[in-house]
Structure formats: C-alpha cells, structure tokens
C-alpha cells in the first residue's frame, strides 16, 4: 500500500500536493507540529523549545508518583528530544537553553514526587545533551568551556559525580581534559576520572595510590586502561595481584579472561572461565 500510495503522490503537481498536505493538517490536527518541524526558522525553533519549557517550569500543583513520572517523560519529549534534532543546526543556542534547563532543575522538581527516580533520569540526560551540544560548538574557547564544567560540576549539586565529566570528552578535547585536570587537584575522585578520560595509564598509576580512598574498582579501571593501551601483560599481572571480595571477583575474571584472549593464551583463558564457573556462588549453595 505504501509503495502504491508513493506512486500515486509523485504524479500529483505542487499545487495538488499542497493541498492534499493542507487536507492531512486539518484532520490530523497537526498543523502545528507541522509548522514546528519543517516551517520554522532556527530561531524561532528555539524560541518555541523556551517557550514550551516555561510552560513546564511554571507548573506548581503536586503532581504525585506517576503524575511525576509523565511530567518528566513529556518534558523529555516536547523539549530534549526537539533540542536534541536542533543541536547540528544551532549548538550554541542548544547549549544555551540546556544550560537554563539545568539552572531551573531544583524549581522542576518542587512538588513532584520524583522517588521513583525520573527527576534524576531527566537530569542526566539533559546534562548529556549538553556535553552533546558543546561537541557541535564550531569555535570553542577552551578556557571558558573548561570554567563552566568545573563550576556546574563543583557547584551544581546534583552534578558532583565523576560521570559528568564523560559527556564533555568530546567537547573538550585533549587539551581541555588537561586543563580541568588541573582544576581538580583536591577532588580524587573526579580527577581520576579526567585522567581515565585521557586513557593515560602511566599518569593513573602515577597518582592513584597515593590519593585516599584508591580501592579495587580503580584498579580495575588501571586495568582495562592497560588493555585499552594494548599493555596485556601489565594487565594480567595487576590482575593476578589483586585480592578482590565478591563484588569485584566476576569483574576482574571478565577482564583476565579479555586479557588471556587478546594474548592468544587460550589455555589461560580456559582455566580462568572454569575457575569461575566453579567459583560462582550460586553453585555452592
């Protein structure tokens, strides 16, 4: 049907066309999704993408559990996910309305009852999309991008997890990571992250033990850093010297057993997977 309709609508002049459009608008009801798609300019895009946005931000009634959960998901979809098709065209504007986003998190939140944790899922999109929009930012200035990550991750509460940084990997570069690595000097656990981020093992190694708090998980990190690098032996070596509990006990075998792989030692890479198998605590209950 679909193909015959196609056939049937390339014989149709322009004029014909338009109005078999104007008759679809009229009983769909989509004119004005219509005009907001394909009629608009950029500017005007986004102005309709604030405008739609203050309408949600201004909604102060209690919306209770799953009344909380819809508001989010529409949010999601008449806002982010708009931003989201606008970003190629006009990242700094983009970047610009999520960051107003971000600044109005708090006020989206009152009287919402977000415990099932759509609050937080929105919030990490929208500071995805924002990284997103950076990376599409033609001519950055390094310095300035590297002073808002570091201000929206220190002082934004609810951005204060090492996560955050990755959305900025692309948008900042080689040289940006290098630079807010230095502004992060007395916070460990996200300068290790800016560190993972550059994938420079040597420099890991060279400041994680000595930072408080260095446990098996950013030894796992080292780990898969070594693998990245191509370094299977440092790999397997740092992973045969490790003690790990059970919590780390299956990561650190998947990754000895990558590590074997990648070093064509099938023997090795065969003990390893009986040696978890037999290892697994369900079989021993």
């Not at 970003?87 to 970047?95: K, R």
């Not at 991750?153 to 080689?174: C, D, I, M, Q, S």
């Not at 033990?209 to 693998?227: C, V």
Request: charge should be negative.
């Amino acid at each position: 049907m679909q193909d015959k309709l196609r056939k049937a609508l390339s014989k149709l002049d322009q004029q014909q066309l338009l109005e078999a459009i104007e008759d679809l608008c009229v009983i769909a009801k989509v004119e004005d999704s219509l005009i907001a798609k394909y009629l608009l300019s950029t500017a005007d895009k986004v102005k309709l993408i604030n405008k739609t946005f203050s309408k949600y931000k201004r909604r102060t009634k209690f919306h209770d559990y799953y009344q909380a959960i819809e508001f989010f998901q529409l949010l999601e979809q008449e806002v982010l996910q708009p931003i989201k098709q606008l970003t190629p065209d006009a990242p700094q504007e983009c970047a610009g309305v999520l960051q107003t986003i971000l600044d109005s998190f708090v006020k989206l939140c009152e009287a919402k009852d977000d415990s099932s944790g759509c609050a937080m899922d929105f919030l990490y999109t929208t500071a995805q999309l924002w990284g997103l929009a950076w990376a599409n930012v033609p001519e950055r200035d390094m310095a300035k991008l590297v002073d808002l990550v570091y201000q929206y991750h220190t002082t934004h509460g609810y951005l204060h997890y090492p996560e955050f940084l990755e959305y900025f990997k692309r948008a900042l570069g080689a040289e940006g990571l290098v630079l807010l690595e230095d502004k992060l000097k007395d916070q460990p656990s996200s300068l290790l992250k800016v560190i993972e981020l550059q994938n420079d093992v040597d420099k890991y190694l060279a400041i994680g033990p000595s930072i408080s708090g260095f446990n098996n998980t950013n030894r796992l990190q080292i780990a898969q850093m070594f693998l990245n690098d191509f370094r299977t032996d440092d790999a397997i070596k740092l992973l045969l010297s490790m003690s790990t509990d059970s919590r780390d006990y299956q990561p650190k075998q998947d990754l000895l057993i990558k590590a074997y792989s990648d070093n064509g030692d099938n023997q090795n890479c065969q003990k390893i997977r009986i040696e978890t198998f037999l290892e697994t605590p369900l079989l021993n209950e």
